[in-house]
């Protein structure tokens, strides 16, 4: 069987709402402009109890069980990721996250400029506000419910855009992270894909020190991605749905990556280069 062009590698955890949502926002039926494309998904389930179901689509995801679940989320990453053979491999640490309709073909021509890209797509949650101050406010799995519905969800012309807040105000300016993190294959073996050094729940800042590792590897080139992103449906995690919580996770996470790494986890600041998915244009700063 030949290698697609793209692999897509998602974990996730009880996510029976959700993971459904994010692989349709994948599947052929939803991603535009793709149609020279192949692509995989290959999902890794972290310890749920039950394997998530699929809908029906094309292509078919590969939903497997984690092979050692555990509280952090690395390890199945790591297996999702090591079951890839596209050319061009992205990691959705959070499958909760579903992804803009032009996003696939957007990446595809990114890489097409750079040997050793690495792709970073802006993270995006649904509701107009941070959803863990949200929360305190009424925002739930029903209000976001409505607002899919609003937007136009499942057609792909659906504005997801619309019903939905940055988490960073520009997508030119400081980065922390990306949820959908695209590198070539070759890079992702190089770096030995997220680091298992990162064992509390949730990963900690496993997620940005996989960005800034990548970014400092030799010969990669950071593009950073306008006109698509992927959106973070609400599913009852602590960082989206208590913001007192959320600041202790975020504390906590911070003391342990400076012990691990001997310095404080920081926004990603050079420019790079940026692909605008809605004119095809590329700026290199």
């Known amino acids: 069987m030949a290698a697609p062009d793209i692999s897509i590698a998602i974990t996730c955890w009880r996510m029976d709402r959700e993971l459904p949502r994010t692989l349709w926002s994948l599947s052929r039926d939803f ?39 555990a509280p952090s989320p690395v390890q199945a990453m790591n297996q999702a990721l090591s079951l890839a053979r596209g ?10 996250r579903m992804a803009s309709s032009g996003l696939l073909a957007a ?8 040997p050793a890209p690495v792709i970073a797509v ?14 305190q406010h009424g925002y739930d799995r029903a209000t976001e419910d409505a607002l899919l519905a609003q937007a136009g969800w499942p057609d792909p012309a659906a504005d997801l855009f619309a019903v939905s807040w940055p988490e960073e105000a520009q997508v030119t300016g400081p980065i922390l992270e990306s949820n959908a993190l695209f590198l ?14 990162f064992t509390e729940p949730g990963g900690g800042m496993c997620n940005p020190d996989m960005l800034d590792r990548a970014l ?17 449906q609400i599913h009852g995690g602590t960082s989206t749905s ?22 404080p986890p920081r926004k990603q600041r050079a420019p790079g280069w940026l692909y605008d998915a809605t004119t095809g244009a590329l700026t290199r700063s």
């Open 31 to 69: 991603q535009q402009g793709a149609e020279g494309l192949s692509w995989e998904i290959i999902v890794v389930d972290n310890g749920s109890g039950h394997l998530p179901v699929a809908p029906k689509m094309t292509p078919v995801p590969q939903i497997i069980a984690a092979s050692n679940p």
């Open 87 to 96: 050319r061009i491999v992205g990691a959705w640490i959070d499958g909760a």
């Open 107 to 114: 990446v595809a021509r990114a890489a097409e400029a750079h």
């Open 122 to 135: 802006p993270n995006r949650q649904f509701g107009f506000d941070r959803q863990a101050s949200a929360t």
């Open 184 to 197: 070539h294959r070759d890079t992702w073996s190089a770096l030995g894909g997220f680091d298992p050094i």
């Open 216 to 232: 400092n590897h030799a010969g990669t080139q950071f593009i950073r991605m306008a006109g698509v992103a992927t959106f973070h």
């Open 242 to 263: 208590d913001p007192a919580q959320a600041v202790i996770i975020v504390k906590e996470a911070t003391r342990n990556y400076l012990r691990l790494r001997g310095k």
